[in-house]
């Protein structure tokens, strides 16, 4: 077997293995299907090109939560920035930035 082969396969069990728990992470960190569906593409992309690395100094379990996890965390970070440009440009940003008193204060200067 060549080592490419010997990679796939070696790939494919460790997706095999970990396939229910990498559901569960992706839509623990997701809140709409198409994004957690995203997130996986993502970090399978990141195992596939990680695989060759793998030492063994940890249990594949664990190596492989971590690089979920931190991938996890890039594309949670990547997509609440993109949210807040794209509520930006649409002004919604504005009423959030707005340094004036909140509803509260205001309700309490109409009553007085």
Same mark, same amino acid.
């Given at each position: ?29 997701? @809140?709409?299907?198409?994004?957690? #569906? ?18 063994? #100094? ?27 440009? @794209? ?10 930035? #707005? #340094?004036?008193?909140?509803? @509260?204060?205001?309700?309490?200067? @109409?009553?007085?």
């Amino acid at each position: 077997m060549d080592a490419s082969a010997n990679h796939r396969d070696r790939y494919l069990a460790l997706l095999e293995e970990h396939a229910p728990a990498l559901r569960r992470l992706c839509h623990a960190y997701c @809140e709409r299907p198409s994004d957690a #569906d995203d997130l996986a593409q993502e970090i399978c992309l990141a195992l596939w090109s990680a695989l060759s690395r793998f030492r063994g #100094d940890c249990s594949t379990r664990t190596w492989f939560y971590r690089i979920a996890h931190n991938v996890a965390l890039t594309f949670v970070g990547r997509r609440r920035r993109q949210l807040l440009r @794209e509520r930006s440009d649409d002004g919604e940003m504005d009423a959030v930035l #707005d #340094d004036g008193p909140g509803a @509260e204060a205001s309700l309490a200067q @109409e009553q007085h």
